[in-house]
């Protein structure tokens, strides 16, 4: 079965410094992997998704995420925080069982960034 | 387009009521979902529906149940509320669920509390 394991429930980084959010999957078939972001007081949106055409891939705001098979890894990065990035970060895998498209979540990871 | 919504935005129930919390998607959508976000625990999905006229249980099922009353809306039922169902929900859709890298779309949440 799938998951997904998101280290570190909160991480907090000053303005303009590199954000590093990670995740760790875990599939017994190629993964489709996801990363959604939530702001406070809304759903989730996509910043980016993975889907085997390329490893690195770009995303909305300046996001970016590598996709490495021998390190079973989909971190999520930002060169340089800006406040409007503050939000919730949700890691996600596609089942790739029966259910085909379903999602699972990893617990989120909280973002604060420091002026 | 709208996108998803969803209503009510908050509800407050008192233990052993019932309720019905609506979706609906002017996208087109084929799949629906439904899932319930805790502190710290993500998001989990409660019950989707693959396409009009099929649903079927997520991880978390007992206590719900769904209707997917047409192509643009699923209905999520409480028929006996407890403190245990006091979560955030959240609806989503995606365009073909059994395509495990379609995007799911999310509404902005019902916030629910059971007293």
């Known amino acids: 079965a799938q998951s997904v394991t998101q280290l570190g429930s909160h991480v907090s980084v000053s303005e303009g410094a590199l954000v590093l959010l990670r995740c760790n999957y875990s599939s017994s078939v190629p993964p489709y992997l996801f990363w959604y972001v939530q702001y406070p007081n809304q759903g989730l949106q996509l910043l980016l998704k993975?889907?085997?055409?390329?490893?690195l891939v770009k995303g909305i705001n300046g996001f970016e995420a590598e996709f490495k098979k021998s390190e079973t890894s989909f971190h999520l990065t930002k060169p340089s925080a800006h406040m409007s990035d503050a939000a919730e970060y949700f890691c996600a895998v596609s089942d790739g069982g029966g259910s085909q498209g379903n999602l699972i979540f990893g617990k989120g990871t909280k973002l604060s960034v420091k002026p | 387009n709208a996108g998803v919504t969803q209503t009510p935005k908050f509800q407050v129930l008192k233990t052993g009521q019932s309720m019905t919390l609506q979706c609906a998607q002017d996208m087109n959508h084929n799949s629906m979902y439904w899932y319930r976000q805790d502190p710290g625990m993500g998001l989990r999905l409660i019950y989707y529906?693959?396409?009009?006229?099929?649903?079927d249980k997520g991880e978390v099922p007992n206590g719900y149940n769904v209707s997917r009353l047409n192509k643009r809306e699923f209905s999520l039922r409480l028929e006996s509320a407890a403190p245990s169902q006091t979560s955030v929900y959240f609806c989503a859709s995606t365009q073909q669920g059994a395509i495990p890298t379609d995007t799911q779309y999310f509404g902005p949440g019902t916030r629910l509390t059971v007293l």
């Open positions: 993975y889907t085997s055409a390329a490893t």
């Open positions: 529906s693959a396409s009009e006229g099929t649903t």
